[in-house]
């Protein structure tokens, strides 16, 4: 079983170094972490009392692991959620913010479940969730993933500079997508064609 630390080291791997990307609504960020969150952090990290882009670049990988665990994992109760459920919601959680909830949120109210989609886990999310995934562990974690996969798709449908984000420049699955199904089984992965398919209104 995974420790919250481990989950938390994979994420920055996943998420990669220094990037400061113009097409990027979170600005210059560092193994995840943007410059949004270290300035709200307060984490001045060259001392010259303001958080700019060169303490995004001094971020280290420990401290990226700590902030995440603290901030994107403790705080917003992931560890109240079923364990086979915590990867996926963190690593969504570290990409998206609360919208990571919102999408868990929704996908409950969609099987029927009176939870109101604010993108907090309370008691009535989180006993909704370990009811969910007390009837079906394996498809409900899918299901989620299905969900991720999809916000990804529609964020892409509306703002034609995160296109590359779901579709690599050879034209296959970009980040955003590849990331999505590591979470859910080979059998829901896109095949090329439905991958093609599905983006094929983006030109």
């Known amino acids: 079983m ?79 959620l079923p364990q086979a459920l915590q990867a996926t919601v963190f690593d969504m959680y570290v990409n ?30 989180i006993g909704a969730v370990r009811d969910a995934m007390r009837k079906a562990p394996d498809h409900f974690v899918d299901a989620y993933g299905i969900a991720r996969r999809n916000y990804y798709f529609r964020l892409a449908d509306r703002r034609p500079a995160s296109r590359k984000y779901a579709r690599n420049r050879a034209g296959g699955k970009g980040g955003w997508i590849v990331r999505a199904e590591e979470f859910i089984g080979p059998q829901y992965h896109l095949t090329k064609a439905e991958f093609d398919e599905r983006i094929a209104a983006w030109g």
């Open 96 to 125: 998206a913010g609360g919208n990571a909830v919102k999408i868990l949120q929704q996908l409950l109210r969609e099987m029927g479940y009176q939870v109101a989609a604010d993108g907090a886990l309370g008691p009535q999310s």
């Open 2 to 80: 995974q420790s919250v630390k481990d989950i938390a080291t994979a994420i920055v791997a996943r998420e990669g170094g220094f990037v400061n990307d113009p097409d990027d609504p979170g600005g210059a960020t560092n193994f995840g972490v943007t410059i949004h969150t270290m300035r709200r952090l307060g984490l001045d990290l060259t001392g010259d009392g303001q958080v700019g882009v060169e303490d995004v670049r001094r971020l280290t990988q420990g401290q990226a692991v700590e902030i995440f665990i603290k901030h994107y994992f403790d705080g917003p109760l992931i560890g109240q």
